[in-house]
């Protein structure tokens, strides 16, 4: 049998609070995935044999991986608020 009580009642605002965050977060993704995408290029560009450009090849290196890493916390909390709407 159905119930006719709702298990959770959203409000106007928590929607809108909702699709905000979704946003957001939407366009905090993009801009890690456009970033890891030109550090791709930098690391290439910067794989040289000196030690300046191998100390900085390793920099960008570090930056993509945590790039990457960001990413996914954010594509988690994208496919959480997802789920809970």
Do not use: N
């Not at 119930?3 to 959203?10: A, E, H, K, T």
């Not at 954010?74 to 959480?80: A, I």
């Amino acid at each position: 049998m159905y119930s006719l009580s709702p298990g959770r009642v959203f409000t106007s605002a928590d929607v809108w609070a909702r699709l905000v965050a979704h946003r957001e977060i939407g366009a905090a993704v993009s801009m890690l995935e456009d970033a890891g995408a030109a550090l791709v290029g930098l690391v290439d560009d910067a794989d040289w044999q000196s030690e300046g450009f191998r100390a900085l090849h390793d920099l960008l290196g570090r930056l993509r991986e945590e790039t990457g890493v960001e990413l996914g916390h954010l594509t988690v909390r994208e496919w959480e608020l997802g789920a809970q709407g």
